[in-house]
């Protein structure tokens, strides 16, 4: 996801269009939340285990 991201920030550049870039941010956004959930359900799985 974080390449995909980076290809509309590069298409943005080389095209100058703002969509590549707006979509780049949608997906850099859609990422740092999955990876936030994704870390969540750990902290949350190892405290319910009990460590």
């Given at each position: 996801?974080?390449?995909?991201?980076?290809?509309?920030?590069?298409?943005?550049?080389?095209?100058?269009?703002?969509?590549?870039?707006?979509?780049?941010?949608?997906?850099?956004?859609?990422?740092?939340?999955a990876a936030l959930?994704?870390f969540a359900v750990?902290?949350?799985?190892?405290?319910?285990?009990?460590?």
């Amino acid at each position: 996801m974080l390449l995909v991201s980076a290809g509309f920030f590069a298409a943005s550049i080389l095209t100058g269009e703002l969509r590549h870039r707006r979509t780049g941010l949608i997906v850099l956004k859609w990422t740092v939340v999955a990876a936030l959930v994704f870390f969540a359900v750990l902290v949350v799985d190892r405290l319910r285990d009990g460590v």
